[in-house]
């Protein structure tokens, strides 16, 4: 039996929608959950919602190759190098995925959040920026409490859903999930430290315009 018949959680075919339970094991995540907490200069940005600035209601880190700059909510990210154990990750990641039967990944960049409690959050939301893509891939592992990520479908054809994220999980978000749903991390009476690494490939660099609002 191959990894994928042993582990994986088939959640939606179209768009394809997995979940896998034990990517590095439980030691090695629980490390890795504990060195990435201390180990990386967390930062909070602010960020333009409608037109408006907000601080975002959790930490966040920039991860990646050196050109693969990430532009969202108004806000260019350039990312800081490969910490050695995300790089590890990302590595078990894209091997995982190939031995499971699954189209070859590769990703060059990762955005951490590091939510501190149940109460900071990420509203509603694809990850369907141009630089990612037509029908991006996107893979997030899941360190330290567990929290439901909530989905639904943009043109609304059934109720949202909740995917309960645990520790050491993988939710892996195939071609078309970021054109036909959208997700969000809402706030939850639910303790803890939770960690997120969404791992993508940045298909082409921004190059700053000073002219661009």
Known sequence: MNERQSAWQRILDQPPLWHYSGVLGNDVATTSFHRLDTELAWE??????YGRQHVIPRQQVWMGDSQ?????????????????IVETIKYRIETLLASSGFAPCTFNSVLLNRYDSGDDRMGWHS????E????????ALSLGAERPLRMRWKDRRTAPFNIWLPHDGLLLMGPGTQRWLQHALLPRRIPGLRISLTFRRVQSPIIPDDNRD
């Open 68 to 84: 693969t700059t990430y532009r969202y909510s108004g806000r260019d990210f350039s990312p800081v190098p490969w910490h050695p």
């Open 44 to 49: 909070r940005p602010t960020l333009s919602l």
């Open 127 to 130: 990850d369907d920026e141009p």
């Open 132 to 139: 990612l893509g037509q029908d991006p891939v996107v893979a």
